[in-house]
C-alpha cells in the first residue's frame, strides 16, 4: 500500500517537473538573445556610418571609400578583441575578391538566403570552447552613388552584400 502511494507520488510530481523542464529548453537562451541585440545595435551603427561617410566625403570614386573606412574600423574592433566583422560582396563582380568572397560554410548559406529574400541568417557555434552568435545582416544598394564604383551594383534592388558579425555570447 505504501509503495503505490509512493509510485503515485513520484508521478504526480514528477509530471509538472517534466514540463518545467520542457518550457525551459524550448525557451531561448537568455545570452543569446542578448547578443542577438548588441548585434542589431552594432549593424545600426555601421550602416549609418557607411552611409553617412559615402554621402558626406564620397564624391568621387578615387576617394577612400565608406567600405575602406569601415573595414579599417572592423579590424580594430577585433584587434581590441570586442568582436569580428567581415563585409562580404554577394554579386559575381567584386572589388576585392581575394578578401571579400564567402570565406566557409556559414557565409555561403547566408549568401543563398539572402539572395533568396531573407534578411539575415544567424547561428551559434563553439569555438575553442567559447561560444559565439554568428549573424549575417543584408547590405542593399542603399543609395545611388554606390553605382559609382561598383557599376554592377545598377538596378539590383536585392542585397549585393552583407556584414558578417561573429560576436562572444554576452554572459
Ligand atoms: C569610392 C568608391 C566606392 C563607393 C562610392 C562605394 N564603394 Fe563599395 N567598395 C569600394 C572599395 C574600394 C571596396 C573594397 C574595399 C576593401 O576590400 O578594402 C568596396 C567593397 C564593397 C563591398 C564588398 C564586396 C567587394 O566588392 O569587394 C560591398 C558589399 C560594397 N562595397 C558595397 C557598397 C555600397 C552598398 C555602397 C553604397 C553605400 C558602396 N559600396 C559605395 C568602393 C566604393
Known amino acids: 500500500m ?10 504526480l510530481v514528477s509530471i509538472p517537473l517534466a514540463l518545467m523542464h ?12 542578448r547578443t542577438r541585440q548588441h548585434v542589431e545595435m552594432l549593424d545600426v551603427l555601421y550602416k549609418t556610418a557607411i552611409v553617412l561617410i559615402t554621402d558626406k566625403y564620397v564624391t568621387d570614386p578615387s576617394i577612400f571609400s565608406g567600405a ?3 573595414k579599417a574600423i572592423f579590424d580594430t574592433m577585433n584587434e581590441h578583441g570586442y568582436h569580428e566583422v567581415r ?16 570565406k566557409d560554410a556559414f557565409e555561403e548559406q547566408a549568401k ?4 533568396s529574400g531573407e534578411s539575415t541568417h544567424e547561428e551559434v557555434v563553439t569555438l575553442e570552447g567559447k561560444r559565439y552568435l554568428r549573424k549575417a545582416t543584408a547590405v542593399p ?17 536585392g542585397a549585393i552584400g552583407t556584414l558578417v558579425y561573429t560576436v562572444p555570447l554576452i554572459e
Request: charged letters at 20%; a negative charge.
Open 141 to 157: 544598394v542603399v543609395m545611388e552613388r554606390c553605382v559609382m564604383c561598383h557599376a554592377n551594383f545598377k538596378g539590383n534592388e
Open 22 to 33: 520542457e518550457v525551459s529548453t524550448a525557451a531561448e537562451d537568455p545570452e543569446v538573445t
Open 2 to 11: 505504501k509503495r503505490t502511494y509512493l509510485f503515485a507520488w513520484l508521478v
Open 87 to 102: 563585409l562580404v560582396g554577394l554579386t559575381d563582380t567584386l572589388i576585392s575578391p581575394g578578401l571579400n568572397k564567402p
Open 68 to 70: 575602406s573606412a569601415a
Open 112 to 115: 543563398q538566403k539572402l539572395l
